[in-house]
C-alpha cells in the first residue's frame, strides 16, 4: 500500500514560515527536521512532559497501527484520526503559555494535515454520494472502488506524515516510540509528493 500515489498534498506553506523564525532564533538543543526545514529546539520540563504523553498516547491509535482492507476499517481510522484531533488540540491547550516554541509547531503540523485529510475525505463522501446510493450496502464493503482506492491512498500519506511528526516528537520527549509495529514504520525520510512545495518568499509574508 505504500506506493500508492498522493491523491492530494498536504499545504504547511505558512507552518514553514514559522519554522523558519525558529531557525533565525538559532537556538542549540534537539535537532528537528521538517518538510522544507530544519531548525534546533531546547525544551523545558513542561515541554518534555507534554511531548512524552502525545508519543505515548499517539502511538496506541489505531490508524498508526494497522492497514485498511475495507469499509469498516477506513470507519475506524476515521474514528481513531478524530481521538488524535482532541488529544492534539488539549496538549496544545497545556501548551498555550509555550505557542511560539517547536513542540506546539509540531502538533500543530500534525493537526493541520488531519484538518486537510478530513476536508479531501468530505469531498469524497460528496462525489460518490450518488454512485454508491445504487450500491446495495455492506457492512464492511459500500464505498466504490474508485473512491475505497483514493481514501486508502490519502490514508497512507497521512499516516506517513503523522508518524514521521511524532518521530520529531520523540526527539523532545527523549524517549523513544512504543508498541508500533516495524511495519508500521516509516523512514524519517518526508514524503516531499506530498506537499506543496512553499514559495521562497514564504517567509516575507505576513
Given at each position: 500500500m505504500r506506493d500508492l500515489p498522493p491523491p492530494f498534498r498536504f499545504d504547511i506553506g505558512k507552518l514553514v514560515q514559522t519554522g523558519r523564525r525558529l531557525v533565525e532564533h538559532r537556538v542549540t538543543g534537539v535537532s528537528i527536521n521538517l518538510p522544507f526545514v530544519s531548525f534546533s529546539v531546547s525544551p523545558d520540563d513542561v515541554e518534555r512532559g507534554v511531548a512524552r504523553e502525545v508519543v505515548?498516547?499517539?502511538?496506541?491509535?489505531?490508524?498508526?497501527?494497522?492497514?485498511?482492507?475495507?469499509?469498516?476499517?477506513?470507519?475506524?481510522?476515521?474514528?481513531?484520526?478524530?481521538?488524535?484531533?482532541?488529544?492534539?488540540v488539549d496538549k496544545q491547550v497545556e501548551l498555550a503559555g509555550h505557542s511560539d516554541g517547536g513542540l506546539y509547531l509540531l502538533l500543530e503540523l500534525q493537526n493541520e494535515?488531519?484538518?486537510?485529510?478530513?476536508?479531501?475525505e468530505q469531498s469524497l463522501r460528496s462525489e460518490s454520494a450518488g454512485a454508491t446510493s445504487t450500491?446495495?450496502?455492506?457492512?464492511?464493503?459500500?464505498?466504490?472502488?474508485?473512491?475505497?482506492?483514493?481514501?486508502?491512498?490519502?490514508?497512507?500519506?497521512?499516516?506517513?506524515?503523522?508518524?514521521?511528526?511524532?518521530?520529531?516528537?520523540?526527539?523532545?520527549?527523549?524517549?523513544?516510540?512504543?508498541?508500533?509495529?516495524?511495519?508500521?514504520r516509516y523512514d524519517e525520510a518526508w514524503q516531499l509528493s506530498a506537499y506543496v512545495e512553499p514559495a521562497l518568499d514564504t517567509r516575507d509574508e505576513v
Amino acid at each position: 500500500m505504500r506506493d500508492l500515489p498522493p491523491p492530494f498534498r498536504f499545504d504547511i506553506g505558512k507552518l514553514v514560515q514559522t519554522g523558519r523564525r525558529l531557525v533565525e532564533h538559532r537556538v542549540t538543543g534537539v535537532s528537528i527536521n521538517l518538510p522544507f526545514v530544519s531548525f534546533s529546539v531546547s525544551p523545558d520540563d513542561v515541554e518534555r512532559g507534554v511531548a512524552r504523553e502525545v508519543v505515548i498516547r499517539l502511538a496506541d491509535r489505531r490508524v498508526l497501527n494497522a492497514f485498511e482492507c475495507c469499509d469498516n476499517c477506513i470507519d475506524q481510522a476515521l474514528s481513531s484520526l478524530q481521538e488524535i484531533r482532541r488529544l492534539l488540540v488539549d496538549k496544545q491547550v497545556e501548551l498555550a503559555g509555550h505557542s511560539d516554541g517547536g513542540l506546539y509547531l509540531l502538533l500543530e503540523l500534525q493537526n493541520e494535515a488531519i484538518r486537510q485529510f478530513l476536508s479531501f475525505e468530505q469531498s469524497l463522501r460528496s462525489e460518490s454520494a450518488g454512485a454508491t446510493s445504487t450500491i446495495p450496502h455492506h457492512p464492511d464493503f459500500y464505498r466504490a472502488p474508485e473512491t475505497k482506492q483514493s481514501y486508502f491512498a490519502a490514508l497512507e500519506m497521512l499516516r506517513g506524515h503523522l508518524y514521521r511528526c511524532l518521530e520529531q516528537v520523540a526527539k523532545v520527549a527523549d524517549i523513544e516510540i512504543p508498541k508500533i509495529s516495524q511495519h508500521m514504520r516509516y523512514d524519517e525520510a518526508w514524503q516531499l509528493s506530498a506537499y506543496v512545495e512553499p514559495a521562497l518568499d514564504t517567509r516575507d509574508e505576513v
